[in-house]
DNA sequence: TTATGGATTAGCT
DNA sequence: GCTAATCCATAAA
């Protein structure tokens, strides 16, 4: 059996500043992998342990160009973090059920994003499992607290309500993007999933044989 | 005011 | 592999 926590535990996490995110958002989306995703420890919830997960999916939208980003619409009530400042969280609702997140990118005034696909859950895995409704009966039964932009919103709690237009950067939120000793490699491409338009560009990006990258994988 | 469709998931065949 | 579930934001009227 292959291990599945390949990308070990984490250290100590320094968060991302905003210039991080003040670029093109396959740059961004290209060099968010292999960095960490943090909730907060929440004494709201029944199990309030800080949860910590790797980034190792994820996929670029850009700006009006792009017929598959939410951008493309404008900017309107939906869709305003896309145009505001980078590094904050644009969290949206699809198909009646599930949330997914994206952190915008570019300078204020230019849209632009990266949607958080899929995550190897590090710390709180209690937490995550707890939020998603679900018990883990071995290392087999990880991938469905986090692999997916639906299951790991869910997992770290995210909602629109809560985390829309939230900083990521800075380490200041309670849902904040952040880097360890870690360093990513084995970076592939592909087309974007779900969508109906530009399905042609690969704007994709994941970890070559990650066990946590959702649908069709790459072997490495 | 109403109609439409979607950056998904879970469950079943 | 196939499809129902489910509801918000938008656009049309």
């Known amino acids: 059996m292959r291990k599945l926590l390949s990308l ?12 991080f995110f003040n670029r093109d958002p396959r740059r961004v989306a290209r060099e ?19 949860r910590v997960a790797r980034i190792v999916e994820v996929e670029a939208y850009m700006g009006a ?10 900017n ?11 590094g904050h969280a644009y969290v949206y609702f699809i198909y009646g059920n599930h949330y997914c997140l994206n952190v915008s990118c570019q300078p204020e005034g230019r849209a632009g994003s990266v949607l958080i ?38 997992a770290f709690g ?18 904040w993007i952040g880097e360890d000793e870690y360093r990513a490699s084995g970076i592939r491409r592909t087309p974007r999933i779900g ?16 066990a946590f990258v959702s649908g069709r994988k790459m072997v490495g």
Do not use: W
Not at 32 to 50: C, E, H, I, T, Y
Not at 76 to 86: D, I, N, Q
Not at 160 to 171: E, Q, T
């Open 8 to 19: 070990g535990q984490s250290r100590q996490i320094r968060p991302l500043d905003r210039a």
């Open 32 to 50: 968010l992998l292999g960095k960490v995703l943090v909730r907060k420890r929440d004494s709201g919830q029944m199990n309030p342990a800080r």
């Open 65 to 74: 160009e792009d017929p598959a980003a939410h951008a493309a619409a404008g």
């Open 76 to 86: 309107t009530a939906r869709t305003a973090v896309l145009f505001g400042p980078p």
């Open 117 to 154: 696909r899929a995550l190897e859950p590090l710390s709180g895995i209690e937490a995550m499992a707890g939020a998603r409704g679900i018990e883990i009966h071995g290392a087999k039964d990880l991938t469905k607290l986090t692999s997916g932009p639906g299951r790991l919103a869910q």
């Open 158 to 175: 995210i909602t629109r309500a809560r985390d829309n237009g939230c900083d990521l950067s800075s380490g200041a939120g309670s849902l």
């Open 195 to 210: 969508i109906t338009k530009a399905t042609d560009k690969a704007l994709r990006y994941m970890l070559a044989g990650n």
